[in-house]
């Protein structure tokens, strides 16, 4: 799969979140997508998902195995997204909303309700409403049905927000696993840094352009303290 952006903007009213665009995403590979808030990070990753249209430039979307271009209104069959403000249906159970997303998506080899549930470790929770889960819990759900889905493209928005530091690691290794084991393409939005230094390329944003880019081994200290710890340092510095 490749996903191929050309000078693309979008804007809301007025204002330009972010402008004049182009990057390729291509598949096997995983990409990250940094910088400080405010920078388009979350609209860009909405508008590669079609969630959102752009405002200008275009966006086109080439299934390899299908060996055609995938028209904006079918992307969200080749695509995979999971975000802090992507809301599920909270009045379902698990197994409500696992049976829901069966009749949208195929599952990665195949899995089951009973692997689903023991795989983002909620069976406790099972007989439980999700509007009654913490944040987290709900997280786990959404990152769970959004990388078990069987599709060539996963994005993931701030993956690790709300999640307990020890699971951290073990969305990473899953996110690698499912990369070399399948194919797939990945596209991160994160500001975890550790996390950033597990993908293989990045692009660091800051207001609304991509200011910096390239594999992650030659990730700097100097783009590092610049794009991705601009707010930390703010902080620190007003108490200095």
């Not at 249209?53 to 904006?72: F, R, W």
């Not at 080899?109 to 987290?136: H, M, R, V």
């Not at 786990?140 to 069987?150: E, W």
């Amino acid at each position: 799969m490749k996903i191929t952006l050309e000078d693309t903007g979008k804007k809301y009213n007025r204002e330009w979140i972010f402008r004049n665009l182009s990057l390729e995403i291509k598949s096997p590979s995983s990409y990250v997508i940094s910088g400080s808030n405010g920078s388009g990070k979350s609209t860009l990753l909405k508008t590669i998902s079609g969630f959102e249209t752009p405002s200008e430039g275009t966006i086109s979307y080439q299934n390899d195995k299908l060996k055609h271009v995938v028209s904006p209104e079918l992307i969200y069959k080749q695509v995979s997204y999971a975000a802090p403000y992507i809301d599920v249906f909270d009045e379902y159970t698990i197994q409500e909303l696992f049976n829901f997303y069966c009749q949208l998506k195929p599952w990665k080899n195949g899995i089951d309700y009973k692997e689903f549930i023991s795989i983002i470790e909620l069976e406790k929770a099972k007989e439980k409403a999700i509007k009654n889960f913490s944040s987290g819990m709900k997280q786990r759900v959404k990152l769970g049905l959004a990388i078990l889905s069987d599709c060539p493209i996963l994005l993931l928005d701030e993956p690790t927000e709300g999640i307990q530091p020890s699971i951290i690691l073990d969305i990473e290794r899953a996110v690698q696993r499912i990369i070399k084991e399948t194919g797939i393409s990945v596209l991160l939005v994160e500001q975890h840094l550790h996390f950033v230094k597990q993908s293989s390329f990045y692009y660091a944003m800051q207001r609304g352009g991509i200011v910096s880019s390239g594999p992650t081994s030659s990730l700097s200290d100097t783009v590092i303290q610049e794009f991705l710890t601009v707010w930390f340092n703010a902080i620190i510095g007003h108490w200095k």
